[in-house]
């Protein structure tokens, strides 16, 4: 079973966030989630692959924050 039907997750109210844009925000684009690319820490400089360009760019938590 799908895991938004299972835990009935409302993907407009939901978000993938992570630090390693070709991992963790790949899964998150592939599944068809948005994804908030947390570009700071020892991973900022790894872009993500073209086909999987995160939905929202931030350098902070309080900027993820705002977009939660």
Do not use: C, M
């Not at 948005?34 to 900027?63: C, M, Q």
Request: glycine residues 6%.
């Amino acid at each position: 079973q799908d895991f938004t039907t299972k835990f009935n997750v409302d993907l407009a109210q939901s978000f993938v966030i992570g630090d390693r844009a070709r991992s963790e925000l790949a899964l998150g684009t592939e599944a068809g989630w948005p994804t908030i690319w947390f570009r700071a820490g020892k991973f900022k400089d790894e872009l993500p692959n073209p086909n999987n360009s995160p939905t929202h760019v931030v350098y902070s938590l309080a900027e993820a924050t705002k977009l939660i």
